[in-house]
């Protein structure tokens, strides 16, 4: 019978037992002690052996019947799990989606066939049970999608399927904006080298702006702008003119970044930072790195990144130096979460012109530097990504990976032309800016630039958020802001 163990417990077999038990008495008795009394005892001795034998026998019995049953238990094969298949849905965007392949208790190898709307789309080989995310390109945007999998191993007699997944692609978001722009300077030279955006009325830009007045010098400088929704107004942030000393002046700032109204970094063009909070900045602030841009997650982790591979980092009290491994000059920082309740995913990108061949792309963790990818082609200035989707690195091309490490492959939609600071809110809305008035954005399909060429200006820094982009550069002498609403 299927499923239990039999054991035959016939007079048959009993009666060889009592016979087998009865000859291994009496060879017992040949060679005891008693052997010289055998003659006179042995039918004595077999009787009352043959009597001790029948009652122990149902308990003899019994013990081997137990052992029988659980020896024949342990051959008897379980019943065979069934084989598992299920897709999820990680991500989409307008062309692409990331799928989550899980399998349980397969026959390897096997083979996967991933069908898109009743279509064979992939076929993978599997070798062993895992999570893997499977890549699918080439979708239209705000298009739904039927995506199921089917496996048949070389061992199965029969197809597993999974469940069917339904995905949806995101819709491109529009490339229509309404343009706006401010030119600041009256004398010598003006620029503008970052932008942060709170709000649509809370924008600050830093750089250097000079105008001319009736002061000592003929002029005065200031070294940032903030839009408070109607108007812009010219600041003096102060710097010290030497880190421990309290000569203070508004030198040139070449950073800022803003974790709310009351609460934004800007960084001059050397070694210090100042918070504002709102109403007025704090006392000048020294870092151990000179500084070309700032992130960070709150004002308790901030990162400063800047010439001769610099890096700091700032946990709310002081600045600690981290050992970058390079002496290029480090251009830009950027970090994003790996995912809703994850940690955050740090990069950075260093170049130097005059020497070639060098480039690096290198993630932060743990305050830790490692080295993730180079290459000889390579000049980049700017890095933006959203973690395990999309990594995007700019310099005179723009060049996309899936993976931080690479491969990095060039997009040869936008022009030729350098590109100095990127920008993005979701993989349908990134922008792009550069020289030449290069300003351009992505709706999750296509490239649109929006400016024609024009020798004399250029962009140094753009951001977006919601319907509204800000760049920032200059035009001739002067500086230049312009808004873009959508």
């Known amino acids: 019978m299927h499923g239990a163990c039999i054991i035959d417990n016939s007079n048959g077999e009993i009666v060889m037992l009592r016979i087998s038990f009865l000859k291994s008495i009496k060879q017992s008795v040949n060679h005891s002690i008693i052997h010289p009394l055998r003659n006179l005892h042995y039918k004595f001795y077999i009787t009352k052996a043959y009597n001790k034998m029948k009652a122990t026998m149902p308990l003899l019995i019994l013990i081997i019947q137990t052992l029988l049953f659980t020896t024949g238990c342990k051959q008897s094969t379980e019943p065979k799990l069934e084989a598992l298949l299920k897709l999820e849905l990680e991500d989409a965007s307008c062309t692409e989606a990331w799928i989550k392949l899980s399998t349980a208790n397969f026959q390897f190898p096997a083979t996967i066939n991933l069908l898109k709307d009743g279509n064979v789309a992939q076929t993978i080989s599997l070798w062993r049970d895992t999570d893997t995310v499977l890549y699918v390109d080439s979708l239209l945007p705000s298009q739904t999608y039927r995506f199921k999998t089917i496996v048949q191993s070389s061992k199965q007699q029969i197809n597993t399927s999974s469940n069917e997944l339904m995905v949806t692609t995101m819709d491109t978001t529009s490339h229509e904006f309404t343009w706006q722009s401010w030119e600041f300077g009256t004398t010598g030279s003006s620029t503008l080298y970052d932008v942060a955006i709170i709000n649509e009325n809370d924008i600050w830009a830093v750089g250097e702006i000079n105008i001319a007045d009736t002061s000592i010098n003929g002029y005065t400088t200031y070294n940032a702008v903030h839009w408070d929704g109607t108007k812009w107004e010219l600041k003096k942030i102060q710097f010290y003119t030497f880190c421990g000393q309290q000569n203070t002046g508004s030198y040139p700032a070449k950073s800022v970044f803003a974790f709310g109204s009351n609460d934004v970094w800007i960084a001059m063009d050397g070694s210090q930072v100042v918070r504002w909070n709102g109403i007025s900045q704090s006392q000048p602030i020294c870092t151990p790195v000179s500084i070309n841009k700032l992130w960070g997650s709150s004002s308790e982790d901030l990162y400063a990144v800047g010439n001769n591979g610099n890096i700091a980092h700032w946990d709310g009290s002081r600045w600690t130096k981290i050992e970058s491994g390079t ?34 792309v290198i993630s932060i963790e743990d305050k830790t530097v ?68 290069l300003l351009a954005h992505w709706n999750g399909a296509h490239w649109r630039t929006f400016f024609p060429r024009n020798a004399s200006s250029g962009f140094v820094g753009v951001c977006i958020r919601d319907d509204l982009i800000v760049a920032v550069g200059g035009v001739g002498n002067r500086a230049m802001v312009l808004i873009g609403r959508r």
């Open 327 to 360: 002496t290029l000059p480090i251009m830009d920082v950027y970090g994003a979460r790996k995912d809703k309740i994850g940690d955050y995913e740090i990069l950075c990108v260093s170049a130097d012109a005059n020497i070639p061949g060098q480039s690096k």
């Open 370 to 437: 490692h080295e993730l990818a180079t290459d000889p082609m390579w000049e980049p200035w700017a890095i933006w990504f959203i973690p395990s989707r999309r990594y995007i690195h700019a310099d005179d091309g723009l060049w996309e990976a899936y993976r931080p490490s690479g491969p990095w492959v060039r997009n040869r939609e936008l022009p030729s032309l350098f590109k100095t600071s990127i920008d993005g809110q979701g993989l349908n809305d990134i922008v792009v800016c550069g020289a030449f008035m």
